[in-house]
């Protein structure tokens, strides 16, 4: 046997014409090719193992099977209901709750055990006054369709006299509207205008003070608040001597009054 070993290559001579020749890369590249093909043979046999899983489990949900085998196990509570010994309560017993002496209890006494719970059903009925009750209760919470109609006539026609009252109203306040808006702009001239008679009033105080005791005062001082109380004192006297003098004149003006002829 003859091996000879080239750059990359192992190659392997038995003798003779027909002798195998074989390669590295020939044995590498069969041994990668047979190691994948068992790689996807694993997870294709996992993959159809858990979707069997699931096939099966869906098939056995949704089965006749599996729903009679629920059906079968069902263990539904028993019925509270004693058709052979029922309760019945003894009305004249001490220890009997009072809501079981109650008609509506013996309405739902009859009601679940028909004759066996020994209730007599003309005794069921509502009397005269629960029915009378009942007829103005049904009255009022579900009045015939002519009453209703009437209603909504009432309340449609109180809506409208409503409206037509506060359009009255609105068409007065329109009306004096121009007046109004004359007054209130008379009344904004008038504000400002003592606004700057005071500001001007003001101003002569504080000039007065100024010539009187040779500095600016503080108008918020004791001796400018004096002076300003005196000056006002003999702005008074002078109105009242003016005044005095007008009424003086108006009456010597109009002269004598003549006397009554006799």
């Not at 052979?84 to 309405?107: C, F, G, H, L, V």
């Not at 009033?201 to 504080?206: Q, S």
């Not at 004096?226 to 004149?249: S, T």
Request: glycine content about 4%.
């Amino acid at each position: 046997m003859l091996f000879s070993v080239g750059p990359a290559v192992l190659s392997t001579s038995t003798g003779g014409d027909n002798a195998p020749f074989v390669t590295y890369e020939t044995l590498q590249s069969e041994e990668e090719e047979a190691l994948s093909v068992n790689m996807a043979a694993s997870v294709l046999c996992r993959r159809t193992v858990s979707v069997s899983f699931r096939v099966s489990s869906c098939k056995h949900a949704f089965s006749p099977g599996g729903f009679l085998l629920q059906t079968a196990c069902y263990n539904p509570k028993p019925l509270r209901l004693n058709l052979k010994d029922p309760y019945i309560p003894e009305k004249d017993s001490e220890n009997t709750p009072e809501w079981q002496k109650s008609a509506k209890y013996d309405r739902k006494l009859f009601g679940r055990y028909g004759s066996a719970s020994g209730i007599d059903p003309a005794s069921l009925w509502p009397s005269h006054a629960e029915l009378d009750k009942i007829i103005a209760e049904e009255n009022e919470w579900h009045p015939p369709l002519e009453v209703m109609l009437k209603n909504i006539e009432t309340r449609e026609k109180e809506e409208a006299e409503k409206r037509r009252e506060k359009e009255k109203i609105i068409a007065a306040n329109m009306a004096k509207m121009p007046k109004m808006v004359a007054d209130w702009r008379r009344e904004k001239r008038e504000a400002k205008q003592k606004q700057k008679e005071e500001k001007a009033r003001r101003e002569k105080l504080l000039a007065e003070a100024r010539e009187r005791f040779g500095s600016t005062m503080d108008p918020r001082s004791p001796k400018f608040l004096e002076m300003v109380a005196e000056i006002e004192k003999e702005e008074k006297k002078k109105k009242k001597l003016l005044k005095r003098r007008q009424r003086e004149e108006q009456t010597a003006g109009a002269g004598p009054t003549p006397a009554a002829p006799s």
